[in-house]
Nanobody, 127 residues
Framework: QVQLVESGGGLVQAGGSLRLSCAAS????????MGWFRQAPGKEREFVAT????????YYSDSVKGRFTISRDIAKNTVYLQMNNLSPEDTAIYYC????????????????????WGQGTQVTVSS
């Protein structure tokens, strides 16, 4: 059973920073990609960032590019999301996801690209 445990969410003022973590309990070398998505109140879940475990390619949504950075600790099967210059529009539940299916593209930005999901962590940015 694959489990993803997210942490690092919280309340921050606009312009502040947060760092999210997501640890995956999977067999070594099973991860092919990990990503972050978010869902704001009343909106559909949307792609935020992804990390290709095999070729280290990263990809970001336009709304976070230049402010968020996705990184990993391969020894810990953990992906991070460093979020800087946060705005109230970033308020959402943030979900991490892992892909264990084979790599066929450079990066993955659709929910259906991923096999397992975390429970989510709340990020609230006050103005």
């Amino acid at each position: 059973q694959v489990q993803l445990v997210e942490s690092g969410g919280g309340l921050v003022q606009a312009g502040g920073s947060l760092r999210l973590s997501c640890a995956a309990s999977v067999r070594a070398f099973s991860i092919n990609a990990m990503g972050w998505f978010r869902q704001a109140p009343g909106k559909e879940r949307e792609f935020v960032a992804t990390f290709n475990w095999r070729n280290t390619v990263t990809y970001y949504s336009d709304s976070v590019k230049g402010r968020f950075t996705i990184s990993r600790d391969i020894a810990k099967n953990t992906v991070y999301l460093q979020m800087n210059n946060l705005s109230p529009e970033d308020t959402a539940i943030y979900y991490c996801a892992v892909r264990v299916r084979s790599i066929i593209r450079a990066y993955y930005m659709f929910e259906t690209d991923y096999d397992y999901w975390g429970q989510g962590t709340q990020v609230t940015v006050s103005s």
